[in-house]
């Protein structure tokens, strides 16, 4: 039961409740659900729950049993309530007690278990939601016009009531043709892009939103603030404090009165200070979100007409209508018509204009998000984001469709990740639970001296078993888990003043361990801002010489030229054009303008552009933009379709060089193409390619396809800009380096751009050789094959097959490089390839690479997976915009942006420095040496009074109230408050401290220091029976034997009643009783267990090299949480929360 309270407080929140993990794997062998799946049980005893995504769960079905709920009953009453707080810390037992398995179809209790590696056990009650009340529903017909609704699956017959679950916030009900629970609150993933446009483009009827609103509930992201009652009783409830009720029952039974009440009041007085931390938290909370449930919407209803409401009411399926005007979006929608701009900050990290174009009429019969491929999201307004423009096609306004409410969104998922955060998997917390046991251990040794030892000198039963219990609580600190995370608190602080906020507080430990970088380039390594270097045009077959800007002269007028003032993401916000930097530094090289559109046909919302006063001579007024294709990391392009002002319509294309040329004509692509490009690329230039075609006249382009756009087109020739490094960037890899971590480029740009980068930053230094690496696979062909080269040079080796791929890279360079250190560079699309391909190779691959360029989001994600089960600590280090993924899955993600925090990473830079990086690891660190520094102290201090307490049991003596009320509160409260307040050590070294409390040096250390306390206090107690003036029966044998004066005094100090703890008892026996604990051996062992304390706080207090030394530590206090609690036997910092 101790285990598993000390399983619970690592972290987990507990606004909405604990969660709950389950110990002890003969238990869970001879108790597992799945031992019951047997047929008895039924085929449908057991199902998956969220399949193939991250909260994936098992779900059980249970029944409840009203002989096993009678006895559990009884239980409960016989035990005093104690049954009933086992079942609330063990969720699973109070499941397998109270109910029998069956079908999940009949089960009205759910166990759910979640498949990751914490197995947490979690139960739900399955609720009925009754449809009766809706007249207009006929009990032979569909609930919903959509027959292939799972709205009408869900709906039982002829009764119309639906079975449900509520799990971490969302509704699931039962499907009864599928057999398990899904998802509502939803629109159905399987819609074509066809259905979308056709079923929903008109809007619902008001009966069929009333029954949605019914199944699917309100769109709400609701956060009650949770009562001060209820958190006080969770927190008594905790165990924690029921181990702290058990210690002071025990102390009154001993009639340790003053040492009981001086613990209750201050268990009193962190209760107070955790229910206030833990009620602010919630505030905040539920303001965050309050907003969310009233937003005022418009919504389409078909036969119905516009209708105005509030954002509570919004059902998946509705049609909302956006108007002109900046919104906040209450839900998660599908853009059928128009375009509009968004500011997607709170999902990315990146506050800049977004566009979102409409979802094709597509009529493949493949569910709308395959047809859109990776960039589906393009046509997806997320809930939370701010519509900043909205333009409608043609007079219509634009339209979407709501695809999810309440906690299904993007923003609701958010909430939930602060209310319910996935367990850190870290060795540190596995190995608390290992020494805890060890300490159990050491306790129960402890119990069976005792009870021999009193026993053998004829003590009553009773005092025997309350002396072998005070053993457990004076071995076992109950606050000994908390310790762990005693340098977080005081981190976290240091780190919010240095500007980096931390979502997920458990991570900074883990900061400690990180080996391994992963910086993306552009905006992270380089300057977000890029200077217009030149243009490099094509011409027939070949290229032109260079044109390079000089500031202030314009671009000459010419395709060239059209596609830099159209193809771009600009928008114009306030009399000011914002917008991606590229875009932004491409468009003002132009010295063109951008404006609103006052057309009323078939302009009305088109961008227009309009050469300014310092623009070049050019022979046309303007262009309006049409129609948007945006960019995407996937995709690596944009189109736009413009029209010049009564003339003809284009399709302009820019972006990575390699993907524009397969949409161009061959003939129209110079044969130096590669050697022009690799020109500009290794010197560091970032190049982009533009492309153009005119469409034929009478062409509809409101009816072109992507696929039609993107054709057969003309290539232009080479864009060139200049993206300069950061100035701080070299220092910071070079203090990485030399503290021997790992710097790696993940970055979208040209593999041959990022090399160069790579090589003025200093991730790869000077006589060092680069291999680029190549691998491809042909359509039809099983085959793939592998391409290796050095940058420097034009030779090229080249295998394929199976018996040739290992022996090009078999396990260390390819020949010709002799010592040479070499550094391994591929492209997304050879990584692709290799991962499927040459699996056994990519270790070997990564172990020395270096730069990995035209990488997608979902690649990027990928390799720092692949990083991670080479046993590195991996952070992640970019701007939040294509990087979120590789930001949630790495160890430590840093998100550098303007936010407080995002969803994009666990911690979040206010600076766009990567000097934030070097600065967590250091704090990291720190915070982790803080944390072994405190576990270690608390075990030692327990240990050291477990060893003196057995000491005084074999004379039947024990330590008094006052004694040890100066060894908890004098001593260790006060070194508790100060052990952690050393700050981190200014440089980095090149090791890692040490991450596991079972590494040999760290238990070498406790075992000497428990050695050495032994020999310490059982020296103490032999030596002072041997001194001559020794009387066990005399306690004033020590003073001189003429001096009379005394004989009537108190005993000396050392031996006074006040030291040694008496009892405020009265009368003649107690007195007696009093007496029996004044010992020269009780005064010995406390005072050498007292100064062993001090040393021990001294020898652990470690400083250098990972943390300040220990007279710097008073700077730290500013930064740290002042004024925690002391437990029985310890002091304690309460685990950080959410």
């Not at 292939?148 to 119309?160: F, G, M």
């Not at 516009?306 to 209508?321: F, K, W």
């Not at 593999?751 to 000077?766: D, F, K, N, S, Y």
């Not at 030291?1059 to 003649?1068: E, L």
Request: hydrophobic residues 40%; glycine residues 8%.
């Amino acid at each position: 039961v101790y285990l598993a309270g000390f399983l619970g407080m690592k972290g987990e929140p507990r606004l909405q409740g604990r969660p709950h993990r389950l110990c002890g794997t003969a238990w869970q062998h001879l108790r597992s659900p799945k031992a019951s799946m047997g047929g008895r049980h039924g085929e449908n005893h057991r199902t998956l729950l969220n399949e193939g995504e991250e909260a994936e769960m098992e779900t059980f079905g249970y029944k409840t049993h009203g002989f096993r709920r009678a006895l559990c009953i009884a239980g409960y009453i016989l035990s005093c309530g104690i049954l009933l707080l086992v079942f609330y810390w063990k969720p699973a037992w109070d499941v397998w007690a109270n109910c029998v398995p069956c079908d999940l179809q009949e089960a009205d209790v759910v166990l759910l278990r979640t498949t990751d590696e914490f197995h947490m056990y979690s139960w739900k009650k399955v609720t009925w939601i009754s449809l009766s009340s809706l007249d207009y529903i006929r009990r032979d017909s569909a609930v919903v016009a959509d027959e292939s609704s799972l709205l009408n699956r869900v709906v039982r017959k002829p009764d119309l009531k639906v079975r449900c679950i509520q799990v971490q916030k969302i509704r699931y009900a039962w499907d009864l043709a599928a057999s398990r629970f899904q998802k509502v609150g939803v629109l159905e993933e399987s819609h074509t892009c066809a259905d979308i446009h056709v079923k929903f483009g008109s809007g619902l009827t008001s009966k069929e939103r009333d029954t949605r609103k019914l199944i699917c509930g309100p769109n709400t992201i609701e956060v009650e603030i949770t009562p001060i009652w209820k958190l006080l009783v969770k927190e008594v409830l905790n165990l924690f404090y029921v181990f702290q009720l058990f210690s002071v029952c025990l102390w009154l039974a001993e009639d340790y009165i003053e040492y009981s009440v001086a613990i209750v009041l201050m268990s009193l007085l962190s209760m107070a200070l955790t229910v206030y931390d833990l009620r602010k938290q919630s505030v905040k909370l539920h303001r965050l979100v309050e907003s969310h449930n009233s937003v005022p919407v418009k919504v389409c209803r078909r036969q119905a007409g516009l209708q105005a409401m509030e954002s509570r009411h919004l059902v998946p399926g509705d049609l909302l209508v956006l108007e002109r005007g900046r919104l906040m979006l209450p839900c998660d929608a599908i853009l059928i018509s128009g375009v509009c701009i968004v500011n997607e900050g709170m999902l990315t990290g990146e506050s800049i204009p977004v566009t979102k174009t409409c979802l094709p009429r597509d009529n493949g019969q493949q569910p709308w998000q395959a047809s859109c491929a990776d960039d589906y999201r393009r046509h997806v307004l997320f809930c939370g984001t701010q519509i900043i423009q909205a333009k409608g096609d043609g007079r219509e306004p634009a339209k979407a469709v709501v695809l999810r409410t309440g906690f299904n969104t993007a923003k609701g998922d958010l909430v939930r990740s602060i209310l319910y955060p996935k367990p850190m998997n870290f060795r540190l917390y596995r190995d608390a639970i290992r020494f805890l046991m060890f300490l159990i251990g050491i306790a129960g040794i402890g119990m069976v001296y005792t009870v021999c030892v009193f026993a053998l000198n004829g003590e009553a039963a009773g005092e025997v078993v309350k002396k072998a219990l005070d053993v457990i609580t004076i071995a076992v600190p109950p606050a000994l888990p908390a310790a762990l995370t005693s340098g977080i608190i005081y981190t976290q602080r240091r780190l919010k003043r240095k500007g980096i906020f931390c979502i997920s507080p458990q991570r900074i430990n883990v900061c400690g361990q990180l080996n391994l970088i992963c910086f993306d380039k552009t905006g992270t390594l380089t300057e977000d801002g890029l200077d217009l270097w030149g243009l490099v045009l094509a011409k027939g077959q070949s290229f032109q010489n260079a044109c390079s800007f000089s500031p202030g002269s314009p671009v000459p007028w010419g395709p060239a030229c059209g596609a830099m003032v159209s193809c771009h993401s600009l928008v114009l916000l306030d009399g000011q054009v914002q917008g991606d930097p590229l875009d932004l530094k491409m468009f003002e090289a132009t010295h063109w303008e951008i404006e609103e559109s006052k057309d009323d046909g078939e302009l009305a919302c088109a961008m227009i552009v309009k050469p300014g006063p310092k623009a070049s001579h050019a022979p046309i007024r303007g262009m309006a933009i049409l129609h948007q294709f945006p960019f995407s990391s996937a995709l690596q392009r944009m189109s736009v379709i413009v029209q010049e002002f009564s003339g003809d319509h284009h399709i302009f294309m820019k972006g990575a060089p390699e993907r524009v040329t397969h949409f161009c004509h061959p003939n129209s692509v110079p044969p130096s193409f590669t050697s022009q490009l690799q020109f500009y690329t290794s010197r560091g230039f970032r190049v982009i390619a533009l492309a153009h075609k005119t469409l034929p006249a009478g062409m509809p382009a409101a009816s072109l396809t992507r696929e039609d756009v993107e054709s057969n087109l003309t290539f232009l020739g080479f864009l060139i800009l200049e993206n300069r490094l950061k100035r701080e960037t070299r220092p910071v890899l070079e203090e990485l380096t030399a503290a021997r971590i790992r710097n790696v480029m993940v970055t979208g740009d040209n593999i041959q751009t990022a090399i160069t980068v790579a090589r003025e930053a200093g991730m790869i230094l000077p006589g060092s050789r680069v291999i680029l690496v190549e691998a491809s696979a042909q359509v039809g062909r099983p085959l793939a094959s592998i391409t290796w080269k050095l940058v420097e040079e034009s030779k090229i080796d080249r295998c394929s097959g199976p018996e040739d791929r290992h022996s090009a890279l078999g396990g260390g360079p390819p020949s010709g490089l002799g010592s040479s250190p070499f550094h391994f560079c591929m492209s997304g699309s050879s990584y692709e390839v290799i991962t499927q391909s040459f699996g056994h190779l990519l270790p070997k691959l990564l172990l020395n690479g270096t730069v990995f360029a035209r990488m997608s989001p979902a690649q990027k994600a990928s390799l720092v997976q692949e990083f991670q089960k080479m046993d590195y600590f991996v952070g992640m280090c970019g701007d939040g915009a294509n990087d979120c993924g590789a930001l949630k899955v790495a160890h430590a993600g840093i998100s550098l942006s303007e936010q407080e925090a995002s969803v994009a990473s666990p911690f979040t830079s206010r600076t766009p420095s990567v000097e934030c990086v070097p600065e967590l690891i250091r704090q990291g660190r720190a915070a982790l040496v803080t944390s072994f520094c405190m576990f270690k102290y608390m075990a030692l201090y327990s240990i050291i009074q477990y060893l003196g307490i057995l000491l005084l049991y074999w004379q039947l003596n024990t330590f008094g109230n006052y004694q040890f009320l100066f060894q908890d509160l004098a001593i260790t409260t006060l070194i508790g408050m100060t052990m952690s307040l050393n700050g981190a050590y200014p440089k980095l070294v090149p090791f890692r401290p040490a991450a596991r409390l079972t590494s040999p040096p760290l238990l070498l250390s406790v075992a000497l220091n428990i050695l050495f306390s032994l020999a310490l206090q059982v020296c103490g107690f032999v030596l002072v029976q041997k001194q001559p003036w020794y009387s066990a029966d005399d306690l004033l044998s020590a003073c001189a034997p003429r001096n009379t004066s005394l004989m009537g005094s108190p005993a000396p100090t050392g031996l006074s009643q006040g030291v040694h703890g008496m009892r405020n008892s009265t009368g003649g026996e107690e007195k007696e009783e009093e007496e029996s604990y004044q010992s020269y051996e009780n005064t010995t062992v406390w005072l050498l267990s007292t100064i062993n304390c001090l040393l021990v706080a001294v020898v652990f207090s470690k400083g250098k090299p990972f943390r300040q030394p220990v007279h710097k530590n008073c700077k730290g206090a500013k930064g740290g949480r002042r004024g925690r609690k002391a437990r029985p036997g310890t002091f304690s910092l309460m685990p950080v929360s959410c």
